[in-house]
């Protein structure tokens, strides 16, 4: 996969490419390196504690877009077995941006709705750069109505920037389709476990999130707005938009903060781009241990608790 460095990563990126070159040094010219190469190793490593211990929610929302990011698709193999991916609304066609189906995590069968992005301009265009269209949202809430059937928890992957805003989705009613869920969701009676791994982008994101628990990876973000749609409405100029990151509350730690989310789950150092594999470890760990704690609760005791929730939101104490 092609490297990719944000701006802020750069003094790590250099002392990567020395690192390499001095193995590749090592390798060519038979010679011991081994204490240069220890040396730029543990001068790596605290490059990485000082640029990722202290990020900024503008820097944060970056990483969360990294173009080397595990998206849904990574993570479902990494986590489920057996994972069956259904297509259609019944109505309209199939939309490449929901991603789901059933699967099982541990020998538990669930349900598992996800938001897919594209890592080309050819998957781009198939997945719409991962902004569902009003027939994602209906496919989604027929795999979810299926798991109510059947009596499956349902895990929600979220990851989008927001619902495609063009003229056809609004044409087949995609505010009408977003709305639909959030009511059909609050009233299942299975439990839901929504997790933003990238990118929480407004309505587009909770039309698939109302969810029992909602979990977020530490480089996430989830808010009503991205940084630059803000900034252009509130200082006319995309420029801001690490300022508005910082005054939408956005990051994952905010969130916590403000009872939105309930759980941050950690990534490696550097971020869910360096080491897929321990990321979708540490979700596992994360859904099994809701999923466990969920089996023996009753439906009316789940549709309370999720309704509950969802009303104290922006109720606080001065």
């Known amino acids: 996969m092609k490297k990719h460095s944000l701006e802020f990563e750069k003094p790590l990126l250099e002392l990567e490419k020395q690192l390499e070159e001095i193995v590749k040094s090592s390798q060519d010219s038979d010679l011991d390196f081994s204490t240069e190469i220890k040396a ?30 595990p998206y849904s698709v990574d993570y479902i193999e990494r986590i489920f077995d057996n994972f069956e991916e259904l297509h259609g609304d019944r109505v309209f066609k199939d939309d490449a941006a929901i991603v789901g189906g059933p699967a099982s995590l541990d020998g538990h069968r669930v349900i598992v709705i996800s938001q897919q992005k594209g890592r080309n301009t050819e998957d781009n265009l198939k997945r719409n750069f991962g902004c569902p269209n009003p027939e994602g949202y209906r496919k989604a809430l027929r795999l979810m ?51 933003v791994i990238g990118e929480g982008g407004s ?20 808010s009503v707005i991205s940084p630059e749609g803000c900034a252009a409405i509130l200082w006319k ?11 939408l509350k956005l990051d994952a730690q ?3 903060n ?9 990534e490696p150092i550097g971020g869910a781009h360096r080491d897929w594999d321990k990321t979708a470890e540490q979700i596992k760990m994360s859904l099994d241990k809701l999923l466990v704690s969920y089996l023996k609760k009753k439906p009316f005791e789940i549709k309370k608790e999720r309704y509950e929730k969802f009303r104290a939101m922006g109720k606080f104490q001065e």
């Open 203 to 222: 309505g587009g994101a909770l039309g698939i999130a109302v969810a029992n628990k909602v979990l977020i990876l530490e480089n996430a973000y989830y």
């Open 145 to 195: 109505k299926m798991a109510n059937k059947f009596s499956l928890p349902i895990i929600s992957v979220v990851d989008t920037p927001g619902a495609f805003p063009g003229i056809e989705a609004e044409e087949r009613h995609v505010a009408e389709a977003i709305a639909v869920n959030l009511r059909e969701m609050a009233a299942l009676s299975v439990p839901i476990f929504a997790i």
């Open 258 to 266: 403000l009872g939105i989310v309930d759980e941050i789950v950690k």
């Open 237 to 247: 100029d995309r420029a801001f938009a690490s300022n508005a990151a910082e005054a």
């Open 254 to 256: 905010q969130l916590k």
């Open 40 to 69: 730029i190793e543990k001068k790596i490593e605290k490059t990485k504690r000082d640029v990722y211990s202290d990020l900024t929610p503008w820097q944060k929302v970056q990483l969360s877009r990294h173009p080397n990011r």
